[in-house]
């Protein structure tokens, strides 16, 4: 098992930049691919990125392609999302979610508990 807290996220003005992490306990973070969704109020959760258990594949997303750029620390047992050029469309609680597969599905085991992510116009 594993358990993700995330972290990093706040109130930014449309344009700005923020990176969410999501911290990963246990020593076996490396076996497990990782992934960002994101929820907005009255709207299904979405997929964001995901990255492949050794970081050599990414995926996002075309509403965040270009704009966002996750990647991973496998021995600070940590994963980011870097969020450039962000849209009040990008409100959102974020989650992190993992699998432990070499990619991540779409219906992950694992989920953190979500960090509000608030774009202003």
């Known amino acids: 098992q594993v358990q993700l807290v995330e972290s990093g996220g706040g109130l930014v003005q449309a344009g700005g930049s923020l990176r969410l992490s999501c911290a990963a306990s246990?020593?076996?973070?490396?076996?497990?691919?990782m992934g960002w969704f994101r929820q907005a109020p009255g709207k299904e959760r979405e997929f964001v990125a995901r990255?492949?258990?050794?970081?050599?594949?990414?995926y996002y997303a075309d509403s965040v392609k270009g704009r966002f750029t996750v990647s991973r620390d496998n021995a600070k047992n940590t994963m980011y999302v870097q969020m450039g050029s962000l849209k009040p469309e990008d409100t959102a609680v974020y989650y992190c979610?993992?699998?432990?597969?070499?990619?991540?599905?779409?219906?992950?085991?694992?989920w953190g508990q979500g960090t509000q992510v608030t774009v202003s116009s």
């Open positions: 979610a993992a699998d432990p597969y070499v990619n991540l599905s779409n219906q992950p085991s694992y």
């Open positions: 246990g020593r076996t973070f490396g076996i497990y691919a």
């Open positions: 990255i492949s258990r050794n970081g050599d594949n990414v």
